[in-house]
């Protein structure tokens, strides 16, 4: 049975070594001696996790959510929800990977410090909830998080007339002063830089005074499935959001109810183990996966295809087969840029030119993402060069060498794939996984069929 070390009560992701998962130093990232026959389940999704974390400390009444992930973003989250006033508990479950939790909600009070880590769910979507609650919330995270863009959350904040006080930096670390209270009205946004301002202001918006008219104003609106997904699970729990053009959306005022909820598994950490079939050859299984989705990994049965791969779905599960040959792409994932990493990784082990662009936002991810990955991928002797908003990989031979990960799960992972090919890829710090999927280490060599080797 796997477990995550994050779903034991006495784990701190901010304690020492001890309490971390037991690898230290480079990862020699394992290249693949045959073709793969793996079958796998994977834990749930941090996405959703996260939501109905939100979503249940603000509801009416408590709420259960079974086989919800635990990582160290949604161990932030329930930190955090806790210190404002929440209750959360664990209590046995049928998955593997960790206990469920049962959410009561509490009386909002501030008072106190939010650590963000690195997660944006977390610095984004709790604002607008401190904003309702009794007296300051000062929000702050790793240096990392320092650099990542939150002026649209304080500006939003500040027009909705909450107090913020952020000394002009537009980033962490900021304080809430909130009084109890949001009137909510009309708000104007730019979120080019990340769907999850919208997200943010979405799931508090009920509990405001009159409710929120929101616009987008601004060049484009990446991954925007996250914010269907976001309008799903309000809808779930008794809030209509309506939507008469793109980039508008409007919240009446109201409750949100308690409810069970299963989480699915997240389907953008499937990326680089279905990857694995195309690269190894072979296939990769992965069991569990919801016969409907607002998740962007469920795209990957269709992208997958165009390097090649062949998909088949029975039910609830899902298989993706490979020959080892990689065909190249021209791939636009405006609405994807979270799994750019594992397919730009991919591309670079393809047999011809790729482009994969629309992902320009992925800049202000936990990295910048585009960078990183043509600094990698040409530090191991490919050719990848940055476009405006996008990367060019092209075929290249490429050699063993160590992986930075710049802080960042996707890159970690990325690196993983590329290693299955590449012999002498080490990662710098596989640590960087339990982010959102502290188990991907020991998953990894299970697909390998080296399971005990790690």
Same mark, same amino acid.
């Given at each position: 049975?796997?477990?995550?070390?994050?779903?034991?009560?006495?784990?701190?992701?901010?304690?020492?070594?001890?309490?971390?998962?037991?690898?230290?130093?480079?990862?020699?990232?394992?290249?693949?001696?045959?073709?793969?026959?793996?079958?796998?389940?994977?834990?749930?999704?941090?996405?959703?996790? #996260?939501?109905?974390?939100?979503?249940?400390?603000?509801?009416?009444?408590?709420?259960?959510?079974?086989?919800?992930?635990?990582?160290?973003?949604?161990?932030?989250?329930?930190?955090?929800?806790?210190?404002?006033?929440?209750?959360?508990?664990?209590?046995?479950?049928?998955?593997?990977?960790?206990?469920?939790?049962?959410?009561?909600?509490?009386?909002?009070?501030?008072?106190?410090?939010?650590?963000?880590?690195?997660?944006?769910?977390?610095?984004?979507?709790?604002?607008?909830?401190?904003?309702?609650?009794?007296?300051?919330?000062?929000?702050?995270?790793?240096?990392?998080?320092?650099?990542?863009?939150?002026?649209?959350?304080?500006?939003?904040?500040?027009?909705?007339?909450?107090?913020?006080?952020?000394?002009?930096?537009?980033?962490?670390?900021?304080?809430?002063?909130?009084?109890?209270?949001?009137?909510?009205?009309?708000?104007?946004? @730019?979120?080019?830089?990340?769907?999850?301002?919208?997200?943010?202001?979405?799931?508090?918006?009920?509990?405001?005074? #009159?409710?929120?008219?929101?616009?987008?104003?601004?060049?484009?609106?990446?991954?925007?499935?996250?914010?269907?997904?976001?309008?799903?699970?309000?809808?779930?729990?008794?809030?209509?959001?309506?939507?008469?053009?793109?980039?508008?959306?409007?919240?009446?005022?109201?409750?949100?109810?308690?409810?069970?909820?299963?989480?699915?598994?997240? &389907?953008?950490?499937?990326?680089?183990?279905?990857?694995?079939?195309?690269?190894?050859?072979?296939?990769?299984?992965?069991?569990?996966?919801?016969?409907?989705?607002?998740?962007?990994?469920? @795209?990957?049965?269709?992208?997958?295809?165009?390097?090649?791969?062949?998909?088949?779905?029975?039910?609830?599960?899902?298989?993706?087969?490979?020959?080892? #040959?990689?065909?190249?792409?021209?791939?636009?994932?405006?609405?994807?840029?979270? &799994?750019?990493?594992?397919?730009?990784?991919?591309?670079?082990?393809?047999?011809?030119?790729?482009?994969?662009?629309?992902?320009?936002?992925?800049?202000?991810?936990?990295?910048?993402?585009?960078?990183?990955?043509?600094?990698?991928?040409?530090? &191991?002797?490919?050719?990848?060069?940055?476009?405006?908003?996008?990367?060019?990989?092209?075929?290249?031979?490429?050699?063993?060498?160590?992986?930075?990960?710049?802080?960042?799960?996707?890159?970690?992972?990325?690196?993983?794939?590329?290693?299955?090919?590449?012999?002498?890829?080490?990662?710098?710090?596989?640590?960087?996984?339990?982010?959102?999927?502290?188990?991907?280490?020991?998953?990894?060599?299970?697909?390998?069929?080296?399971?005990?080797?790690?």
């Amino acid at each position: 049975m796997l477990r995550s070390p994050y779903s034991r009560p006495e784990f701190n992701p901010y304690g020492d070594d001890s309490s971390e998962p037991e690898v230290s130093g480079p990862w020699n990232a394992p290249s693949a001696t045959r073709p793969l026959d793996a079958s796998l389940s994977l834990p749930g999704s941090k996405s959703l996790t #996260n939501r109905e974390l939100v979503l249940s400390a603000l509801a009416v009444e408590p709420s259960t959510l079974r086989a919800p992930l635990h990582s160290r973003d949604t161990n932030l989250m329930v930190e955090a929800l806790r210190s404002l006033g929440t209750t959360i508990v664990e209590q046995p479950g049928e998955s593997p990977f960790g206990s469920d939790w049962i959410v009561t909600p509490g009386e909002l009070t501030g008072s106190t410090t939010i650590d963000c880590g690195l997660a944006g769910t977390v610095m984004r979507f709790l604002p607008p909830v401190a904003a309702l609650a009794l007296g300051p919330t000062t929000f702050d995270g790793d240096v990392a998080a320092r650099k990542r863009p939150m002026n649209v959350t304080v500006t939003s904040l500040r027009d909705l007339g909450v107090d913020v006080a952020d000394e002009g930096r537009g980033a962490l670390p900021f304080t809430v002063h909130g009084s109890g209270r949001v009137s909510g009205g009309e708000l104007t946004v @730019d979120a080019s830089r990340s769907s999850q301002f919208v997200s943010g202001l979405l799931l508090a918006a009920a509990r405001f005074e #009159n409710g929120l008219d929101l616009t987008h104003d601004g060049e484009r609106l990446p991954s925007l499935p996250h914010i269907e997904m976001t309008i799903e699970t309000l809808a779930q729990r008794g809030v209509a959001v309506t939507s008469d053009r793109p980039g508008h959306w409007r919240v009446h005022p109201g409750t949100l109810d308690g409810r069970i909820v299963d989480i699915e598994p997240d &389907l953008s950490n499937a990326g680089p183990f279905l990857i694995a079939a195309l690269v190894a050859g072979g296939s990769v299984t992965i069991t569990g996966w919801p016969e409907a989705t607002t998740q962007v990994g469920n @795209d990957l049965l269709e992208i997958l295809p165009l390097f090649g791969g062949a998909v088949t779905r029975r039910g609830t599960t899902v298989t993706v087969s490979g020959t080892g #040959n990689i065909s190249a792409v021209s791939l636009d994932l405006t609405t994807g840029g979270e &799994l750019a990493p594992a397919l730009v990784a991919l591309a670079s082990l393809a047999d011809g030119t790729s482009e994969i662009t629309g992902i320009g936002h992925i800049r202000h991810h936990e990295t910048d993402r585009l960078a990183a990955l043509v600094a990698e991928i040409n530090g &191991l002797g490919g050719r990848a060069t940055e476009l405006p908003d996008g990367i060019r990989v092209e075929p290249a031979t490429l050699h063993g060498g160590l992986w930075h990960t710049y802080e960042d799960h996707r890159m970690a992972t990325a690196g993983a794939i590329i290693g299955l090919r590449i012999t002498g890829v080490e990662i710098e710090d596989i640590r960087t996984t339990s982010k959102t999927l502290p188990e991907f280490p020991e998953l990894w060599l299970h697909m390998l069929g080296l399971a005990g080797e790690a």
